[in-house]
T-cell receptor, first 117, second 118 residues
Framework: AQSVTQPDIHITVSEGASLELRCNYS??????LFWYVQSPGQGLQLLLK??????LVQGIKGFEAEFKRSQSSFNLRKPSVHWSDAAEYFC???????????????FGKGTLLTVNP | DTGVSQDPRHKITKRGQNVTFRCDPI?????LYWYRQTLGQGPEFLTY????????KSRLLSDRFSAERPKGSFSTLEIQRTEQGDSAMYLC????????????????FGEGSRLTVL
């Protein structure tokens, strides 16, 4: 069965500092990988996704993520964090017998990001 | 996109009562998903529809849970004889695209319906 591990429950960074959120997945086939952000009182919003091709993917709000098959990782990065980035971040892997194309996602437990002024 | 809307946003009920949640997806999206999220956890898949057909149900969806999408537009999730363990946020999402060739993989989530069972 597929699974996602986000090792860091809570991360605090200063505004302007760089950010890396870790994500490790377990999936038998080529994964579909996603990062979503959830702000209080708002629905989950897709930041970026990886299906195939270039292993460095760019997303919205200045985020990027790198797929490393050898490490089963899909870490999220941002070079300079803004106070508005404070939210909870979820990594997810696409699962299912059709190789992920049913978009039934398995989510990690999330990483809560706090940004200090 | 007008967004995915869910109703009610918050429901408080007593154990043993039935509750129903409604989800209106983005109108041109033919796939609709239900997830459940408890405190400190990520969303967990419950079920999904393509048009009116329910294609998959998670083992998390006990016999007390039923979901429908009768006309391929809005969907309802009913929980019968609620238990305190059912307290959670119920999330609905729709998938951008009309068919396998056009799905982008982007799920649009509603803000959720929070259920509290006393």
């Amino acid at each position: 069965a597929q699974s996602v591990t986000q090792p860091d429950i809570h991360i605090t960074v200063s505004e302007g500092a760089s950010l890396e959120l870790r994500c490790n997945y377990s999936y038998g086939a080529t994964p579909y990988l996603f990062w979503y952000v959830q702000s209080p009182g708002q629905g989950l919003q897709l930041l970026l996704k990886y299906f195939s091709g270039d292993t460095l993917v760019q997303g919205i709000k200045g985020f990027e993520a790198e797929f490393k098959r050898s490490q089963s990782s899909f870490n999220l990065r941002k070079p300079s964090v803004h106070w508005s980035d404070a939210a909870e971040y979820f990594c997810a892997v696409g699962a299912g017998s059709s190789g992920g194309s049913n978009y039934k996602l398995t989510f990690g437990k999330g990483t809560l990001l706090t940004v200090n002024p | 996109d007008t967004g995915v809307s869910q109703d009610p946003r918050h429901k408080i009920t007593k154990r043993g009562q039935n509750v129903t949640f409604r989800c209106d997806p983005i109108s041109e999206h033919n796939r609709l998903y239900w997830y459940r999220q408890t405190l400190g956890q990520g969303p967990e898949f419950l079920t999904y529809f393509q048009n009116e057909a329910q294609l998959e149900k998670s083992r998390l969806l006990s016999d007390r849970f039923s979901a429908e999408r009768p006309k391929g537009s809005f969907s309802t999730l009913e929980i019968q004889r609620t238990e305190q363990g059912d307290s959670a946020m119920y999330l609905c999402a729709s998938l951008r695209g009309q068919n396998y060739g056009s799905y982008t993989g982007e799920l649009f989530f509603g803000e959720g319906s929070r259920l509290t069972v006393l």
